[in-house]
């Protein structure tokens, strides 16, 4: 079990203290758990840590790893893949990046507070300008994780135009830079009600070629493994054999089982 993506109260919409998800985690019997909170930057700052918290972050992270040696802790950052991504954030030493993309300029296509933007836009030009970002995204070299890949659809506003066609050329990005896509199971917690990615671009990926990790993407210590047998019994349907990780930026693999 790999649980990669997963919050802390320092980016102020997550609940619970990180020591409660390490030990929901290891009830759910997670052997490689990551914390990958939103990282700082000048922009939407209600919804994440701020730049001198970073170090706070470590140091409870190094807390954690010596007082619980049974489950192999990670320390990665989710960071928003923006124009102007700041470089500090890239510089820290972590053991993975997670990419994601959650602004179509300025516009948080995900949070409920700008919910009634959807009805003034074009839903399929809304998705080829969110693939063209994560096309973007995979060629910036930043990364090693990509987050929650389709995001785009979370409140449930589907494209006409095939979804294979518009993810194309992201998913051939993510395969030539050799990226991770994660299975990210908390669309089954939202109104869109499906794993990030879909199967049906899950199975893209398997022909591609590309490695996946799994992700719970907690916010709260209850959330933590939320339908990760579920994703990997699907994974494993779909014909993946093998979950990744990393260490210390090292991509490293486990057997599914």
């Given at each position: 079990?790999?649980?990669?993506?997963n919050h802390t109260i320092l980016c102020n919409h997550a609940i619970g203290s990180m020591q409660e998800y390490i030990q929901q985690a290891i009830k759910k019997n997670i052997h490689i758990y990551g914390f990958a909170d939103h990282a700082y930057?000048?922009?939407?700052?209600?919804?994440?840590?701020?730049?001198?918290?970073?170090?706070?972050?470590?140091?409870?992270?190094?807390?954690?790893?010596?007082?619980?040696?049974?489950?192999?802790?990670?320390?990665?950052?989710?960071?928003?893949?923006?124009?102007?991504?700041?470089?500090?954030?890239?510089?820290?030493?972590?053991?993975?990046?997670?990419?994601?993309?959650?602004?179509?300029?300025?516009?948080?296509?995900?949070?409920?507070?700008?919910?009634?933007?959807?009805?003034?836009?074009?839903?399929?030009?809304?998705?080829?300008?969110?693939?063209?970002?994560?096309?973007?995204?995979?060629?910036?070299?930043?990364?090693?994780?990509?987050?929650?890949?389709?995001?785009?659809?979370?409140?449930?506003?589907?494209?006409?135009?095939?979804?294979?066609?518009?993810?194309?050329?992201?998913?051939?990005?993510?395969?030539?830079?050799?990226?991770?896509?994660?299975?990210?199971?908390?669309?089954?917690?939202?109104?869109?009600?499906?794993?990030y990615p879909s199967i049906a671009l899950l199975e893209m990926i398997k022909q591609h070629d590309i490695d996946i990790t799994f992700a719970s993407d907690a916010h709260t210590p209850s959330q933590v493994g939320f339908y990760l047998n579920e994703?990997?019994?699907?994974?494993?349907?779909?014909?993946?054999?093998?979950?990744?990780?990393?260490?210390?930026?090292?991509?490293?693999?486990?057997?599914?089982?």
């Amino acid at each position: 079990m790999v649980d990669l993506h997963n919050h802390t109260i320092l980016c102020n919409h997550a609940i619970g203290s990180m020591q409660e998800y390490i030990q929901q985690a290891i009830k759910k019997n997670i052997h490689i758990y990551g914390f990958a909170d939103h990282a700082y930057m000048d922009f939407d700052q209600q919804y994440r840590m701020d730049y001198f918290q970073m170090e706070i972050y470590d140091k409870w992270i190094r807390n954690l790893q010596e007082k619980y040696p049974q489950i192999t802790i990670l320390k990665g950052y989710e960071v928003d893949f923006v124009p102007t991504v700041d470089t500090r954030i890239l510089q820290q030493d972590v053991d993975y990046f997670i990419g994601s993309v959650h602004f179509l300029d300025n516009w948080g296509f995900d949070n409920p507070q700008f919910l009634s933007q959807w009805a003034q836009r074009d839903v399929d030009e809304v998705y080829k300008e969110y693939f063209d970002l994560i096309v973007q995204l995979a060629n910036s070299g930043l990364f090693d994780i990509v987050g929650h890949l389709d995001l785009i659809k979370v409140f449930g506003f589907r494209p006409k135009e095939d979804i294979k066609v518009l993810a194309k050329e992201a998913i051939q990005a993510i395969a030539d830079n050799d990226l991770v896509v994660e299975i990210n199971t908390a669309g089954m917690r939202k109104k869109v009600h499906e794993l990030y990615p879909s199967i049906a671009l899950l199975e893209m990926i398997k022909q591609h070629d590309i490695d996946i990790t799994f992700a719970s993407d907690a916010h709260t210590p209850s959330q933590v493994g939320f339908y990760l047998n579920e994703a990997i019994a699907i994974a494993k349907q779909i014909g993946f054999t093998k979950v990744a990780y990393f260490v210390q930026r090292q991509k490293k693999h486990k057997k599914l089982i």
